[in-house]
C-alpha cells in the first residue's frame, strides 16, 4: 500500500467522520432513524483512476440561496453531496498515487503521470520535460547542453514531438517553469513555481509565431503546465496538457493535479536516485574489467559483458603470457552491490598476478586464489574458471571452481567442456580439482561465460543449458569467423527479449575465443 501524506488521510478522516455526523443528524431532524446519509447514494464524482479519460465537474457548485421554493434540497443534504465529491477526490488521488508507486522504471512512471494527469485535467494529450537543475548529482544521468535531457508524449508521436521541440525555451510555459520565472515572464520569487493555464492559445498576442504554428499544426488550442516540484526535490521538469478546443481545466481540478504533481515530484526523484546508482555501479564494474582485449597471434578475442541493476561481481579477464600463451579467466563473486565490486577487483587482481608467476598450472592458479580468498573475506566466496591456452599448439589446459563448463562451437561440433565437478572457491578448508586438457581445431570458437547467462534466461537450470548450447549450434557458419558476431548472436538468441527484460538481475558475462 502506498503511504498516503499524513495531511491527506487526516483529510480523509475527517471528511468521513463529518459526512457520518451529518447524516444522523438528518435523520434526528427528520424524524427517522439514523443510517447511511442519503448523499452517499447520491450521484457524485466517479473515479477516474484507469476509467474516465475526464473528470467531470461536481454536480453541485454553489449552496442554495435563502427564500428557495421548499422543492429545494435541504442545506445539510447539500453539504454532504459535497462531502462525498471531495471523500470521492481523495480515493481518486489515493488511486492514481498508488499506480504510480508501483512504477520501477523511469519510463513507466512517466508514462503513468502523463496518463493520470490527463484524466485529471481532462485532456487528450500530453507531454513531459524532465530537466533537472545543473550541477547537481541528477544531472549526471542526462546529457548536459543539449536541450532538455528527457521528454515524453502522450498522444504524440515522435515527430510532433520533435516540432514542439523546435519551440524556443523561453517562448513555452514549461521553460520558463525550469527557468524559475512566473508566466508573464518575470523572476520567480525563492519558492516553487507554480502552474499555467492559455485558455485560448491562438487568441493570445504575445504568443510567440513559432509557437503559435506548431500549435495550429498539431490541432491544439489550449494548454495547461503543471511544475514537477516540490521543497525538497527542487524543480525537475513540467508537465503540458493539451486540449483540441479552448478550455482550462477548474479549480477543483487544478487543486488534484497540483496534489498529484508533488507526489509524482518525490517519487521522480526517487527514481533518478536509483538510476544515477545504477549508472555509477555499471561504470565502476566497468573500469574494474579490461579496458581492451590483448592481441596474441593465431587467436581472435571478443567479450560482452553487462552489469545487472544493483551491480554484482561478475568479471572476466585475457592476459598474455611468457612464450606467446594466453590466460584466460571468467568468474563471479557472490554478493550485489559496492562490497561485491570491490571484492571482484581483488579477485581479478589476484588472479593476474597467480597467472604470471605460474599460468601453465591452473590447479594452482585457483588453488592460490582459494587461500587468498579464505584468509581476507572468509565470509565470501566465488567460482571462477582459468584457461592457459597455447594457440600455436592449439592447446588449452583449464580448471574450474564451481564454475559453468566452457562451450565449444566449430564446424563439426557444437559441445560442452566436460569439466570435473568441484567446489566454488572460499567452501572447502583446501580447494582441489583436477585440470581438463582440450585440443580446439582450426576455426573453433570456445566460449566462456558465467551462470548469470543462464539465469537470465528464466528457466531451469537443464534447460538454460540446452537453449545456449541451441544458440551456438544456429550461428551461421558465414558467420563463425568473427569470435564478436557469434558472441551477439548467441546472446540475442538465448536473450531475444534482451538483457534489459530478461528475468532476473544477474550479471552477464561471455568470452568467446576463436583458434586460427
Not at 35 to 48: F, I, T
Not at 135 to 146: I, Q, T
Not at 224 to 253: F, H, I, K, N
Amino acid at each position: 500500500m502506498l503511504d498516503i501524506p499524513l495531511r491527506v488521510r487526516v483529510h480523509v478522516d475527517a471528511l468521513i467522520a463529518a459526512q457520518n455526523d451529518m447524516g444522523v443528524c438528518d435523520a434526528i431532524e427528520r424524524n427517522a432513524p439514523a443510517g447511511k446519509p442519503a448523499a452517499m447514494s447520491a450521484p457524485h464524482l466517479p473515479k477516474v483512476a484507469g476509467i474516465e479519460p475526464t473528470v467531470p465537474t461536481p454536480a453541485h457548485t454553489a449552496p442554495p440561496m435563502p427564500g428557495l421554493s421548499a422543492s429545494a434540497p435541504p442545506p445539510g443534504a447539500v453539504i454532504q453531496d459535497r462531502l462525498a465529491g471531495w471523500v470521492s477526490d481523495l480515493t481518486t488521488l489515493h488511486e492514481l498515487t498508488e499506480r504510480l508507486a508501483r512504477t520501477a522504471s523511469l519510463d513507466d512512471a512517466l508514462h503513468e503521470l502523463l496518463r493520470a494527469g490527463a484524466a485529471l485535467v481532462g485532456a487528450r494529450r500530453g507531454m513531459v520535460v524532465l530537466e533537472p537543475v545543473p550541477g547537481s548529482w541528477r544531472a549526471d544521468c542526462f546529457e548536459p547542453d543539449h536541450g532538455p535531457a528527457l521528454t515524453k508524449g502522450l498522444g504524440l508521436t515522435h515527430a510532433e514531438l520533435g516540432h514542439i521541440e523546435t519551440v524556443p525555451r523561453d517562448a513555452t510555459a514549461y521553460g520558463r517553469i525550469m527557468d524559475g520565472r512566473l508566466p508573464d515572464g518575470r523572476p520567480g520569487p525563492g519558492g516553487l513555481p507554480e502552474a499555467v493555464a492559455d485558455p485560448d492559445l491562438l487568441a493570445e498576442t504575445t504568443l510567440d509565431p513559432r509557437h503559435r504554428d506548431v500549435a495550429v499544426r498539431l490541432g491544439y488550442a489550449a494548454s495547461y503546465t503543471q511544475p514537477l516540484a516540490s521543497e525538497a526535490a527542487g524543480t525537475l521538469g513540467a508537465a503540458v496538457w493539451m486540449y483540441d478546443e479552448p478550455a482550462a481545466p477548474v479549480e477543483r481540478q487544478r487543486h488534484l493535479v497540483g496534489l498529484y504533481m508533488r507526489y509524482a515530484t518525490e517519487h521522480l526523484a526517487r527514481l533518478l536516485e536509483l538510476e544515477h546508482a545504477r549508472v555509477t555501479v555499471t561504470t565502476v564494474a566497468e573500469e574494474l574489467l579490461p579496458s581492451r582485449l590483448p592481441r596474441v597471434p593465431g587467436v581472435q578475442l571478443a567479450a560482452r559483458h553487462h552489469t545487472g541493476p544493483h551491480g554484482g561481481g561478475d568479471w572476466y579477464d585475457a592476459l598474455p603470457l611468457p612464450e606467446g600463451a594466453l590466460g584466460l579467466a571468467v568468474g563471479s563473486v557472490s554478493g550485489s552491490g559496492p562490497s561485491a565490486l570491490a571484492a571482484m577487483g581483488r579477485l581479478r587482481a589476484s588472479l593476474r598476478a597467480y597467472a604470471v608467476m605460474e599460468g601453465e598450472d591452473p590447479v594452482a592458479v585457483l588453488s592460490d586464489l582459494e587461500l587468498l580468498l579464505r584468509l581476507t573475506e572468509p565470509a565470501r566466496t566465488a567460482t571462477a574458471l582459468f584457461a592457459y591456452a597455447e594457440p600455436a599448439r592449439r592447446k588449452i589446459v583449464l580448471a574450474g571452481a564451481g564454475h559453468t563448463p566452457p562451450l565449444v562451437l566449430g564446424g563439426r561440433r557444437t559441445e560442452f567442456v566436460e569439466t570435473s565437478l568441484s567446489a566454488p572457491l572460499g567452501m572447502l578448508a583446501c580447494w582441489e580439482a583436477p585440470s581438463v586438457e582440450l585440443s580446439p581445431e582450426p576455426g573453433e570458437t570456445v566460449l566462456l561465460y558465467t551462470d548469470g547467462l543462464l539465469r537470465r534466461t528464466g528457466d531451469p537450470m537443464d534447460r538454460a543449458f540446452a537453449r545456449l548450447h541451441a544458440a551456438a549450434a544456429s550461428v551461421p557458419k558465414s558467420l563463425r569467423y568473427d569470435p564478436a558476431v557469434i558472441a551477439d548472436h548467441v546472446l540475442r538468441t538465448v536473450l531475444p527479449e534482451g538483457l534489459d527484460e530478461a528475468c532476473g538481475g544477474e550479471d552477464v558475462v561471455l568470452l568467446a575465443a576463436r583458434f586460427d
